[in-house]
Every structure is written in C-alpha cells, then in structure tokens.
Nanobody, 116 residues
Framework: QVQLVESGGGLVQPGGSLRLSCAASGIIFSDNAMGWYRQAPGKGRELVARITIRGSTNYADSVKGRFTISRDNAKNTVSLQMNSLKPEDTAVYYC??????????WGQGTQVTVSS
C-alpha cells in the first residue's frame, strides 16, 4: 500500500518560514520523481516544486528564490523549505510521487496558512 504522509504545515506570519516533509512508503522511492503541489481556496492545484530521480529541480515562478525542495533517498523523504512566506502562499500543500511509468500517487495534504 502506497502512502505519502505530509507534515510540517501550520500557521505562520508573513516573512516567516516553514519546512514541509513527506514520508513515502510502499514505493521504490529512488525510482520516483517527487513534487509539491498546492491548492488555494477556489483555485486549481498547481505545481510548486519538483525534484527528479537524479536530483534536478524546478520551481513555480512565484516561489523561486524562496522555496527549496530536497530529497533523501535513504530516508524516503522529500522536503520543502519555505522562506519569506507571503499570504498568497496560503494553501493546502500536497506531496506527489511519479514513477518511471508515470504512475502517480498523492498525499492527503497539509494546510499552510500565512497570516498576521
């Protein structure tokens, strides 16, 4: 059974930082590209950051220079360090895994709220 379990969400003031983590089980982690997506109220789900099997990364323009995605293949985890958070970063953040056959799995999501 595949499980992607996110943690680390919460309430933070503008300008603050949060670190999201996603623990994966039931997949060959090193064979999966991993990503973070988010969905704000009334909006569609959008890609925030992705890291390939080889460790290459790409980011949404809105988070470049503020967010950093990383993976630890030994621990089967992917993390998202979020700095200089803005109110518009408020959303439910989802962990995503996509294998070489493009089979995709999702986590249940973790809420990030940026507000004073």
């Amino acid at each position: 059974q595949v499980q992607l379990v996110e943690s680390g969400g919460g309430l933070v003031q503008p300008g603050g930082s949060l670190r999201l983590s996603c623990a994966a089980s039931g997949i060959i982690f090193s064979d999966n590209a991993m990503g973070w997506y988010r969905q704000a109220p009334g909006k569609g789900r959008e890609l925030v950051a992705r890291i390939t099997i080889r460790g290459s990364t790409n980011y949404a323009d809105s988070v470049k220079g503020r967010f950093t995605i990383s993976r630890d293949n030994a621990k089967n985890t992917v993390s998202l360090q979020m700095n200089s958070l803005k109110p518009e970063d408020t959303a439910v953040y989802y962990c995503n895994a996509r294998d070489l056959q493009y089979i995709t799995h999702w986590g249940q999501g973790t809420q990030v709220t940026v507000s004073s």
